[in-house]
């Protein structure tokens, strides 16, 4: 096998789909990865996430503007052994973002005059390293095209509150009580070897 067999760019575009049922908040990446070998695929992902959320039965609104994040990985493909558009595999990303929310429309009732006060606490700032496992497969769709799914389970090492202020959003990352999400994306390949697979 040659080190390098080619160089792969895609687009992740599923949030913006859940968003279209619904879902308050989104992250979309591009990335770029070099497949060494047929075996290793190192990885970087960049992108921007924002939200916007009422959750119901709640008496507040959950604002983050778009902020931009980053992660670096590796990937193993357990199919090495077969051509490259098709893939299956496993890996990790270490995510890092810094942000800022708002945390607008709080309602504080007052019980004994009956009252409700409106209260706003804007231009929070926040940052978060975190880190996933990722699996998942890559199919060729047509000449150089091809997509896949991606499962992540992911954790939260480490990320800044203030007083007893937690964000609700990570960008990249989703809500911070998450462990699981899900990636749908487009690849388009480079190739990078003389001769054909």
Do not use: C
Request: proline share 5%; charged share 15%.
């Amino acid at each position: 096998y040659p080190k390098i067999t080619a160089l792969t760019v895609g687009f992740n575009f599923w949030d913006g789909v859940a968003q279209l049922f619904g879902q308050s908040y989104g992250s979309y990446d591009v990335m770029a990865t070099v497949n060494m070998w047929n075996r290793l695929f190192p990885t970087i992902e960049v992108g921007v996430g924002r939200a916007n959320s009422t959750p119901d039965g709640l008496n507040y609104t959950y604002k983050t503007p778009l902020s931009l994040y980053a992660k670096l990985g590796v990937d193993y493909n357990f199919l090495f052994k077969k051509h490259p558009k098709y893939q299956f595999l496993v890996g990790f990303r270490a995510g890092y973002t810094a942000f800022k929310y708002d945390i607008t429309d709080i309602s504080v009732s007052d019980g004994y005059w009956d009252e409700s006060t409106k209260l706003e606490l804007t231009g929070m700032k926040s940052h978060a390293f975190y880190g996933e496992i990722v699996a998942g497969i890559r199919v060729n769709l047509y000449g150089p095209i091809s997509a896949g799914w991606t499962l992540k389970y992911h954790h939260i090492f480490n990320y800044k509150k203030t007083g007893n202020i937690h964000p609700w959003y990570v960008p990249g990352f989703g809500s911070r009580e998450s462990t699981l999400n899900v990636a749908f994306s487009v690849y388009y390949t480079l190739p990078m070897m003389k001769n054909s697979w």
